[in-house]
């Protein structure tokens, strides 16, 4: 299995038509963007792992191209060996992610 982080050109999130963050965005309803109890451990190994994932900034990196990047949504595809799109989520607000169990299950179809 494979897992993109696209640079601060969000040239493959562009293309996916993931959308960008905006103050004052309508939340789903019985969505909140509480953040989780995670305690100093928790919020450690969050920090963590999101730097390690995150695009390492170049010389011609701007500022703005960082703040872009912050604010862009994310989202979750799969696609086949014959490099079609089978499964598509784009996020609607940060952590609203797609169904996981059914994301693996169609992967695990696909396996077959």
Do not use: C, H
């Not at 500022?63 to 598509?88: C, W």
């Amino acid at each position: 299995m494979d897992i993109l982080v696209d640079d601060y050109n969000l040239t493959a999130y562009n293309a996916m038509g993931f959308g960008d963050l905006e103050m004052g965005m309508e939340l789903p309803e019985g969505f909140s963007l509480k953040p989780p109890p995670l305690g100093f451990g928790g919020w450690w190994k969050y920090l963590t792992n999101v730097a390690a994932v995150s695009p390492m900034p170049s010389e011609t990196t701007t500022k703005e191209q960082v703040i872009g990047a912050v604010g862009k949504l994310a989202g979750t595809f799969v696609v086949d060996r014959s490099d079609n799109v089978i499964y598509q989520w784009n996020d609607v607000v940060p952590g609203d992610t797609a169904d996981l169990d059914e994301v693996m299950a169609l992967i695990r179809q696909q396996q077959q």
